[in-house]
């Protein structure tokens, strides 16, 4: 097998285990960062296929709002959908927020130089999503005109498609090719801190090392000969 074989076979928490000292904070620290990082982009997924919902929501009033002589009603259904919407891509938006602080957590407690280098080529796309977000913390502010951010758009309070929101003229991907962003990005970051931490365990305990690969192989030919005398 070779090692990069081996150490995708492996659980990330066992080889931190072994590359972070077990007596610092560094370990608890990564440990804590990648759960929030996972439960975050699970939370992210799930405000995705709202977003997408909401959004049919809203065309599908407008059209019925369009379509009749204006009642009460038509109005109404339009204000929920919109109110809804707006509510999931805020929180869309703090998913954004965590996991960005999560992957940085773990990219300065593990001093690892090639996790910074996964998370660097997407330093651009989340200082953009981190701009909305504080947009959108104080969009009261520039509703009574006391934002400290001179807006592009000024009239622009929100407004978005299937795929887009904008505010101030500023806009964000808020559907799936968004999300594959964010995904990737912690994917990326995840990828860089298993590889990494295989070469340090690889250099400075090759005993270690050479025991995890046995362990490696030993279940696979396990899980083979499992298979082969299983009845179909």
């Known amino acids: 097998m070779t090692p990069a074989q081996v150490?995708?076979?492996?659980?990330?928490?066992?080889?931190?285990?072994?590359?972070?000292?077990?007596?610092?904070p560094a370990l608890l620290r990564v440990r804590a960062a990648?759960?929030?990082?996972?439960?975050?982009?699970?939370?992210?997924?799930?405000?995705?296929?709202?977003?997408?919902?909401?959004?049919?929501?809203?065309?599908?009033?407008?059209?019925?709002?369009?379509?009749?002589?204006p009642r009460v009603g038509r109005h109404s259904d339009w204000s929920r959908a919109?109110?809804?919407?707006?509510?999931?891509?805020?929180?869309?938006?703090?998913?954004?927020?965590q996991i960005h602080d999560s992957l940085s957590a773990i990219r300065d407690a593990t001093g690892f130089r090639p996790v910074k280098q996964a998370l660097r080529p997407f330093r651009l796309i989340f200082e953009r999503y981190q701009h909305m977000r504080d947009l959108l913390e104080h969009r009261v502010d520039y509703l009574t005109g006391r934002g400290k951010r001179t807006l592009r758009t000024p009239q622009d309070f929100g407004n978005f498609s299937r795929t887009h929101f904008t505010f101030g003229g500023d806009v964000i991907d808020i559907g799936r090719a968004g999300f594959r962003d964010l995904r990737t990005a912690v994917q990326r970051?995840?990828?860089?801190?298993?590889?990494?931490?295989?070469?340090?365990?690889?250099?400075s305990q090759p005993d270690v090392a050479d025991r995890l690969a046995f362990q490696v192989q030993r279940d696979r030919?396990?899980?083979?000969?499992r298979r082969q005398w299983t009845p179909e």
């Open 82 to 97: 919109f109110v809804a919407m707006n509510a999931d891509i805020h929180f869309y938006l703090i998913c954004w927020a």
């Open 189 to 203: 970051v995840e990828s860089a801190l298993k590889a990494h931490a295989w070469e340090v365990i690889s250099r």
């Open 221 to 225: 030919a396990i899980e083979k000969m």
């Open 34 to 69: 990648r759960h929030l990082a996972e439960s975050y982009l699970h939370a992210a997924s799930v405000q995705v296929r709202r977003i997408e919902q909401g959004g049919r929501r809203v065309d599908h009033a407008v059209a019925r709002r369009q379509a009749t002589a």
């Open 7 to 24: 150490f995708r076979a492996l659980e990330t928490d066992t080889l931190l285990s072994y590359a972070l000292p077990r007596q610092g």
